[in-house]
């Protein structure tokens, strides 16, 4: 479902933004050389991984740059 936009920072952009599709990779890196050792889906995380909790999109406001959670934009344009 679409909802309208509003950038809760500059408060006049209503059109351009950018979407960002977040694809969280878990891996295990080698501490010393920054390598990754393992890589994991979400079935098979060890029990010291913590799965990736975070939003599955962020958006950008086209005109003054700010990043945030989809929800902040669209709260915004309810007001």
Known sequence: MAHPYLCPNCKTNRSR????EQ?????K??????DVV?????EDLD??????RGPERRI????CG????EQMFIK???Q
């Open 38 to 42: 393992q890589q994991f889906t979400s």
């Open 29 to 34: 890196l080698h501490p010393q050389t920054g």
């Open 23 to 27: 694809h969280a990779t878990s891996v």
């Open 76 to 78: 915004r344009a309810a």
């Open 66 to 69: 700010l990043i945030e959670e």
């Open 17 to 20: 933004f950018n979407i960002i």
């Open 60 to 63: 950008q406001c086209g005109s």
């Open 47 to 52: 029990p010291f991984h913590v799965p990736y």
